[in-house]
Nanobody, 122 residues
């Protein structure tokens, strides 16, 4: 599976961005899709996941109530709507595909996109 993330950018605190991740090369519906982020000098951390049919969704506590993950299987795309952004959300955001339903660890994922940068100014 090849993953291509996009939609990052520079936004002021309180603003919104929507990230997209397009997939190709395999059956998209076979995979749980996740978003992770990595700030400079920090480890990559879990942000959100969505099961192949969209029925199981999980969020990190730090983004709960502000971020929304969704997927469009017809378009082979997963989205991350980010609202009420904070400076601490600044990071590279990575989408990933795996076969574990409740996959919140980086090791659960087989395929990774290249990342898209999000910068939130105060």
């Amino acid at each position: 599976v090849q993953l291509q993330a996009s939609g990052g950018g520079l936004v002021q605190a309180g603003g919104s961005l929507r990230l997209s991740c397009g997939a190709s090369g395999d059956t998209f519906t076979s995979y749980t899709m996740g978003w992770f982020r990595q700030a400079p000098g920090k480890e990559r951390e879990f942000v959100a996941i969505i099961s192949w049919y969209g029925g199981t969704i999980r969020y990190a506590d730090s983004v709960k109530g502000r971020f929304t993950i969704s997927r469009d299987n017809a378009k082979n795309t997963v989205y991350l709507q980010m609202n009420s952004l904070k400076p601490e959300d600044t990071a590279g955001y990575y989408c990933a595909a795996g076969r574990t339903v409740l996959a919140t660890k980086t090791g659960d994922y087989v395929y990774w996109g290249q990342g898209t940068e999000v910068t939130v100014s105060s």
